[in-house]
């Protein structure tokens, strides 16, 4: 099976080329350092050509309000091109409880990226995912000083990236779904105390400072970030992950 990977030098997009072609499977991995831009449309007919699924793993270069127009303007040109190929499978990742979060213009665009998918001329999969635990460095550094970090106590079920890629795996080599599929880690942490125990591991003596206003995280309320009862949950702990 011949499958494109958009955004396929990434975090997510290295393991999943990586996962694909270890099964036997041709997965190219897609970039604009490839020649590839899905904003411009430039060289998608070339990377689609022959490809029987299309995985898009890009992502907005920024959470604000130009995240709508950067998600609109790459789903449409992704899935013009896609129909044209004759590409029989569109796969999207996409996250856990982004359809909760209103007050996120993020997310907010994620959902409008989920639409035009589900909306769109080549049968698709969405798989829904939790946080990374590589994404904790990130929420470190938003709302710190030389002495403290402000996170707030958001409810939130974080797992590997390495199996994110797994499950996007999965699904791309499997028939479309044609709806979502969603995964999460096997605990759920408080951001406030998922910091403490990342900056614990890394020798790192500021103090978390529970703040529920700090940080793109203090939009999402409850268990909008939690797994919900249809997900499939993951193996690896924080913990584990972090000894290894």
Do not use: C
């Not at 907010?108 to 990226?113: E, M, S």
Request: no cysteine; net charge negative.
């Amino acid at each position: 099976m011949k499958i494109a990977v958009m955004g396929g030098t990434g975090l997510i997009g290295s393991q999943v080329v990586k996962i694909l072609n270890a099964d036997g499977h041709e997965a190219v991995p897609h970039s604009p350092s490839s020649g590839v831009d899905l904003i411009s449309g430039a060289g998608l007919p070339e990377a689609l050509k022959g490809a029987d699924v299309v995985v898009n793993l890009t992502n907005s270069p920024t959470f604000d309000d130009a995240s709508p127009v950067f998600f609109r303007e790459s789903m449409e040109n992704l899935l013009g091109a896609a129909a044209d190929a004759g590409v029989g499978h569109a796969v999207v990742l996409s996250i856990v409880g982004v359809d909760e979060v209103p007050d996120l213009v993020y997310y907010r665009a994620k959902v409008l990226q989920e639409e035009l998918l589900a909306a769109g001329p080549v049968p698709y999969s969405i798989v829904r995912v939790t946080q990374f635990f590589e994404f904790m460095k990130s929420v470190l550094t938003w709302t710190a000083d030389e002495k403290t970090v402000r996170l707030p106590a958001t409810r939130v079920q974080p797992m590997a990236s390495a199996e994110v890629a797994e499950a996007v795996a999965e699904v791309s080599t499997g028939s479309p779904l044609q709806g979502i599929r969603s995964y999460a880690g096997p605990e759920v942490f408080t951001l406030d105390e998922l910091g403490k125990l990342a900056l614990a591991a890394q020798g790192d003596t500021r103090t978390v400072v529970t703040d529920n206003t700090a940080g793109m995280f203090a939009a999402a309320r409850g268990d909008a970030l939690i797994a919900k009862a249809d997900t499939i949950i993951t193996k690896l702990t924080y913990r584990e992950w972090l000894a290894r």
